[in-house]
């Protein structure tokens, strides 16, 4: 079987979308994308598809490898953004001939860290990264669910955030947010946001999107905390979204008080993904 590897052009984005949908339609989560989210997906992780890959044979795409790429702590980093093998033709080392590709091209633009998110069920993929030179950097925590009503206390004034302060944010975290969630992705996004305000001060914030009900970020200010501010944070969020279940991926595990604070509000932790890393 005759196989050639090239770099993505926006002339492959249609068959790349039809080889995103067959690689998936019988993964662990399943899921299906339009050209539409397909595009959103490329501009809000930054994917660049001269950084990416597919595999072809006959000139059918039957594998990719879609890369983001930022400069992070002045250090270019790469983000691998997805990667697929149609089901018929796996078990041909097809991921490691696409890394064999791409790595000489990274090294040549001085790219110093690869990250990529595995399933944590996935072991067959855990094993193909790590035998590529990948190493598990922490535990990334999924969840999903109806948010409960709960009687709250109006510590806070809630109201619609027009911009972002990231200095402002920054300063409320325990925890980096994945790729998906970070701040140059939100900025790309555009989510809507809610401000929690005491005495006009900024104590806490949250950003979703609600034609998707999902969750990118929470977070209130340390001396503010217990006080039920994330609490209000959610009821307001219940009223924007009502009866709706939503999704909060890629919390990082270490944050033990964010798990605990998302399971009082309804949410479950299900499905748990790896951040890997590969130093270049």
Request: charged share 20%; glycine share 6%.
């Given at each position: 079987m005759s196989?050639?590897?090239?770099?993505?052009?926006?002339?492959?984005?249609?068959?790349?979308?039809?080889?995103?949908?067959?690689?998936?339609?019988?993964?662990?989560?399943?899921?299906?994308?339009?050209?539409e989210q397909l595009r959103q997906k490329i501009r809000t992780e930054d994917i660049q598809l001269a950084w990416s890959v597919a595999v072809f044979t006959e000139n059918k795409l039957v594998a990719f490898m879609m890369h983001g790429l930022r400069e992070i702590d002045y250090q270019l980093v790469v983000y691998n953004g997805g990667t697929g093998v149609l089901p018929e033709f796996r078990g041909h080392g097809l991921v490691g001939k696409m890394y064999h590709y791409l790595i000489p091209f990274f090294n040549e633009n001085k790219v110093r860290r690869i990250v990529l998110e595995a399933i944590e069920s996935n072991e067959a993929a855990i094993r193909a990264y790590m035998k590529n030179g990948f190493s598990i950097n922490r535990q990334l925590l999924c969840f999903n669910g109806t948010i409960q009503p709960v009687t709250v206390s109006n510590v806070a004034r809630i109201q619609p955030l027009s911009n972002f302060s990231w200095q402002e944010f920054q300063s409320f975290w325990d925890i980096l947010p994945s790729w998906q969630s970070a701040a140059q992705s939100m900025d790309r996004l555009q989510p809507r946001?809610?401000?929690?305000?005491?005495?006009?001060?900024?104590?806490?914030?949250?950003?979703?999107?609600?034609?998707?009900?999902?969750?990118?970020?929470?977070?209130?200010?340390?001396?503010?905390?217990?006080?039920?501010?994330?609490?209000?944070?959610?009821?307001?969020?219940?009223?924007?979204m009502p009866a709706e279940k939503i999704s909060f991926n890629n919390v990082d595990a270490k944050a033990e008080d964010v798990k605990l604070f998302l399971e009082k509000q309804g949410l479950v932790n299900g499905i748990n993904q790896v951040e890997m890393i590969k130093l270049l």
């Amino acid at each position: 079987m005759s196989m050639k590897i090239r770099q993505l052009t926006q002339s492959d984005i249609p068959e790349l979308l039809q080889t995103i949908n067959g690689a998936f339609k019988d993964y662990i989560v399943p899921f299906q994308l339009d050209i539409e989210q397909l595009r959103q997906k490329i501009r809000t992780e930054d994917i660049q598809l001269a950084w990416s890959v597919a595999v072809f044979t006959e000139n059918k795409l039957v594998a990719f490898m879609m890369h983001g790429l930022r400069e992070i702590d002045y250090q270019l980093v790469v983000y691998n953004g997805g990667t697929g093998v149609l089901p018929e033709f796996r078990g041909h080392g097809l991921v490691g001939k696409m890394y064999h590709y791409l790595i000489p091209f990274f090294n040549e633009n001085k790219v110093r860290r690869i990250v990529l998110e595995a399933i944590e069920s996935n072991e067959a993929a855990i094993r193909a990264y790590m035998k590529n030179g990948f190493s598990i950097n922490r535990q990334l925590l999924c969840f999903n669910g109806t948010i409960q009503p709960v009687t709250v206390s109006n510590v806070a004034r809630i109201q619609p955030l027009s911009n972002f302060s990231w200095q402002e944010f920054q300063s409320f975290w325990d925890i980096l947010p994945s790729w998906q969630s970070a701040a140059q992705s939100m900025d790309r996004l555009q989510p809507r946001a809610l401000g929690a305000y005491i005495d006009d001060k900024l104590v806490g914030y949250i950003l979703f999107t609600s034609e998707n009900n999902r969750l990118y970020q929470i977070a209130v200010a340390p001396e503010y905390r217990r006080k039920g501010i994330g609490t209000q944070l959610f009821q307001t969020l219940k009223e924007e979204m009502p009866a709706e279940k939503i999704s909060f991926n890629n919390v990082d595990a270490k944050a033990e008080d964010v798990k605990l604070f998302l399971e009082k509000q309804g949410l479950v932790n299900g499905i748990n993904q790896v951040e890997m890393i590969k130093l270049l």
